[in-house]
């Protein structure tokens, strides 16, 4: 079926570190979303590209639309501590009208 | 605006019984969708109503049922209920689905325990 990768599961960092997840998928993507997750919250909206190619910035928050709009990636820069959480993707595969979430990765990060 | 609201918020049933989860979503959103979110699965994608049509229906067996009212509100079933069925049951409401920016805002959840 219709999949979304997301890698790694889970990440474990130094305050101050960068942080980088992957998302990929199997067949080609309208757009993607990025949520993020704090223990015990809900998922929260964070961005969504649609270009081939988009970078976009939130602060120390970088995300990547690739080329062939199969792949994305969520960098942060310098994490701290509130960045800890869960941080997934969500694809809408072309052609369809549904969101398919990856499976998140977890960021801890040691102060 | 208010948020999306879910109720109840914390659920403790057996198994055999059903349950009904409830979601109100943010005001002029007409697209609800429900997800499964537990440990192990990460979010599993259930269904999504609009305007009180199932438009998507994921992975899940007959037992999960859904339906949406004139005014946005939907509901979930859960009939027979299964140990495995404990999850946090997330809903999301977004303006349209169709085309464009149709971020999703999710509810605090429904923790569903099943003894």
């Keep these: 079926g219709q999949q979304v990768m997301q890698i790694p599961q889970y990440q474990h960092v130094q305050e101050g570190e960068d942080f980088t997840t992957y998302c990929n998928s199997s067949t080609t993507l309208s757009n993607i979303q990025w949520y993020k997750q704090r223990p015990g919250g809900h998922p929260v909206f964070l961005i969504q590209l649609v270009k081939s190619g988009e970078v976009k910035k939130q602060k120390r928050l970088t995300f990547q639309f690739g080329e062939a709009k199969k792949n994305s990636s969520l960098h942060i820069t310098a994490t701290q501590t509130t960045d800890v959480g869960t941080y997934f993707c969500a694809g809408k595969i072309q052609g369809a009208q549904k969101l398919v979430f990856g499976q998140g990765t977890r960021l801890t990060i040691n102060p | 605006k208010a948020g999306v609201t879910q109720t109840p918020r914390y659920l403790i049933k057996t198994r055999g019984q059903q349950v009904t989860l409830s979601c109100s979503p943010i005001s002029g959103h007409r697209s609800v969708s429900w997800y499964q979110q537990t440990p192990g699965q990460g979010l599993q994608f259930l269904f999504e109503y609009f305007s009180e049509t199932q438009r998507n229906k994921g992975n899940f067996p ?50 569903l325990t099943v003894t």
Aim: aromatic residues 16%.
């Design chain 2, 62 to 111: 007959g037992r999960f049922s859904g339906r949406q009212f004139s005014n946005s509100r939907s509901e979930m079933n859960v009939s027979t209920l299964e140990l495995g069925d404990s999850a946090l049951y997330l809903c999301a409401s977004s303006f349209a689905v169709f085309r464009g920016s149709y971020e999703q805002y999710f509810g605090p959840g429904t923790r």
